[in-house]
């Protein structure tokens, strides 16, 4: 089974941001967080994670900037509510981080951080899993999350990597 979209995942990224998988704009656009209502790419540019405000076709452009991009779920596309558990690929996502060892991972959402972490979490510095990249969660940057938005944790990510 094809990926959806492909990682961006190589050595010595200082952040790679997990979702949970493709939303379906993306999938049709064939680049990340391309829903017309995602905040992804203006919270990059407003925190200075990125240099400017990228349109997600420039996706590919992110690990020039130290950030790398992956989905838990790589193989299905569409709203967190239509992903079932059984779509996400927790082992993947760790051997994946072991292998390129960013400085930190960070989930876009809740959703794709209890289905790796196996409970419940909040926003900001996640737990500490032994021989692993520090893990940030993030209030995820889909339209269809507004209601859970909250651009400080994002601003505080950006502080934590001295930005």
């Not at 905040?39 to 400017?52: C, D, M, Q, S, V």
């Not at 558990?85 to 930190?104: E, F, K, N, T, Y």
């Not at 959402?109 to 969660?137: E, H, N, Q, T």
């Amino acid at each position: 089974m094809a990926e959806i979209l492909p990682d961006l995942l190589v050595p010595g990224l200082k952040l790679v941001i997990c979702g949970s998988a493709a939303g379906t704009a993306s999938a049709r656009a064939g680049a990340y967080y391309a829903g017309p209502g995602n905040k992804f790419w203006r919270i990059l540019a407003e925190t200075g994670l990125t240099p400017r405000l990228l349109a997600p076709a420039e996706f590919r452009l992110l690990p020039s900037f130290g950030i790398g991009l992956t989905d838990l779920a790589k193989h299905v596309f569409g709203a967190d509510t239509v992903i079932r558990p059984s779509d996400d690929d927790p082992a993947r996502l760790h051997a994946r981080i072991q292998a390129c060892r960013p400085g930190m991972l960070a989930f876009n959402g809740k959703r794709a951080a209890v289905a790796f972490l196996g409970g419940p979490v909040s926003y900001g510095a996640g737990p500490v899993l032994p021989d692993f990249p520090p893990i940030f969660v993030l209030p995820s940057t889909s339209g269809a999350a507004s209601g859970h938005w909250d651009p400080n944790h994002w601003h505080r990510l950006a502080n934590t990597l001295g930005r």
